[in-house]
C-alpha cells in the first residue's frame, strides 16, 4: 500500500513549515486567531486540496475526450461546524466552459472520482501516535 505523507515542524507561534515531496509551504493562522497571516490555515489547506484535486480531473478529463481545459477552474467551500469543530457540507463549484452539456454525465462520474473528494466521503479514521 502507497503512502503519502505530509511533515509539519514548528518556526514560530502558529506558524508551521509543511514539507510534502521536498517541497516547502506555510501554514498560519490569522492575526485575530494569535497567528501571524504568513500562510493558509489548515482547514483552507483541505479546501485547496478538493478544489486542486477536482481541477486535475476536469483536466484529465479534456485530455482523455479532446476538449479544451482553459478556463477550469475548481473552488472548494465548506461549513465550519461545531460538536466536534469541523468542516462539513463541503461543495465544489466547477467552471469548464469547454465541456459541451451532452458530456456532463460523463464527466461528473469521472470527476467526482478524485481522491480528495473520495476521502472526505468515506467514514476514516486519524490516530494519533506520540514519539
Known amino acids: 500500500m502507497a503512502k503519502t505523507q505530509a511533515t509539519a515542524e514548528w518556526n514560530d507561534g502558529y506558524r508551521f513549515t509543511v514539507g510534502i515531496r521536498g517541497h516547502k509551504v506555510i501554514s498560519d493562522l490569522p492575526q485575530d486567531k494569535g497567528g501571524g497571516d504568513a500562510g493558509p490555515t489548515p482547514p483552507e489547506f483541505l479546501l485547496a486540496a478538493l478544489a486542486t484535486c477536482t481541477g486535475v480531473f476536469a483536466r484529465m478529463f479534456a485530455d482523455r475526450e479532446g476538449l479544451p481545459a482553459q478556463g477550469i477552474e475548481a ?7 461545531a460538536s466536534p ?8 463549484r466547477l467552471r469548464f466552459s469547454g465541456l459541451p452539456r451532452e458530456k456532463h454525465d460523463r464527466a461528473r462520474a469521472f470527476i467526482e472520482s478524485c481522491m480528495v473528494g473520495q476521502t472526505l466521503q468515506m467514514e476514516n479514521t486519524v490516530q494519533l501516535k506520540f514519539e
Do not use: Q
Not at 469543530?85 to 465544489?92: D, P, S, T
Open 75 to 81: 473552488t472548494a467551500t465548506a461549513d465550519t461546524l
Open 85 to 92: 469543530m469541523r468542516l462539513g457540507n463541503f461543495v465544489v
